[in-house]
């Protein structure tokens, strides 16, 4: 299994809809998981963090972790065209390795 | 969010040169730094870990010898890509992680070219 795992192809959404991105990862004893955006020809930006079990929201996003699926996700409500960019899940590992997913790419359609 | 500072955002060197990116963390101490390296349309790819005081540790398959890394304060880390080929032309970007919140934050990038 790949230590990040982000397994759906580009995403299209409508403006206004709801975009879900899903990542898993290997290591069970993982505690830090993190969501990224990143534009084209740009660095990673953070997005969210979390570390413990259920919904943590900010703006209008909202990150899910499930621990004992080993699974965390992104929701982002009100899509908005400026959100088109590709996301990209990140887990810290017990070796103080950040690893990340090959990312999902969404794009908000006006 | 924190800043981090990466330097220089671009670069085109000769085959056979060493270029040196700097990474730093402006407000904030980081003990510790990641390096990583992005081919077009590709994820991140760790290169190696870097904490304050001590070697890097590196990925599988990364050579410590040609990609040289420095961490000796806690808001400045170097990569130094030595004997570049244009193999190694890419998109390099540091990361420093906040030890108060836990959180990475990313540098700008470098991109660099070999001719």
């Known amino acids: 299994q790949k230590e990040v795992e982000q397994n759906s192809g580009p995403l299209s959404v409508p403006e206004g809809a709801i975009a879900s991105l899903n990542c898993t990862y290997s290591d069970r004893v993982s505690q830090s998981f993190f969501w990224y955006r990143q534009y084209s020809g740009k660095s990673p930006e953070l997005i969210m963090s979390i570390y413990s079990n259920g919904d943590k929201e900010d703006g209008r996003f909202t990150a899910q972790l499930n621990k004992a699926s080993q699974y965390v996700s992104l929701l982002i409500r009100d899509s908005q065209p400026s959100d088109s960019a590709t996301y990209l899940c990140a887990v810290l590992y017990g070796n103080n390795r950040l690893a990340f997913g090959k990312g999902n790419q969404v794009v908000v359609i006006p | 969010g924190a800043v981090v500072s990466q330097h220089p955002s671009w670069v085109i060197c000769k085959s056979g040169t060493s270029v040196k990116i700097e990474c730093r963390s402006l407000?904030?101490?980081?003990?510790?730094m990641f390096w990583y390296r992005q081919f077009p349309k590709q994820s991140l790819m760790l290169m190696a870990t870097s904490n304050e005081g001590s070697k890097a540790t590196y990925e599988q398959g990364v050579e410590k010898d040609k990609f040289l890394i420095n961490h000796a304060s806690l808001t400045l880390s170097t990569l130094t890509v030595t004997s570049a080929h244009p193999e190694d032309s890419s998109f390099y970007i540091c990361s420093a992680r906040d030890m108060t919140g836990g959180e990475a934050f990313f540098g700008q990038g470098t991109r660099l070219t070999v001719v």
């Open positions: 407000d904030f101490q980081a003990t510790t």
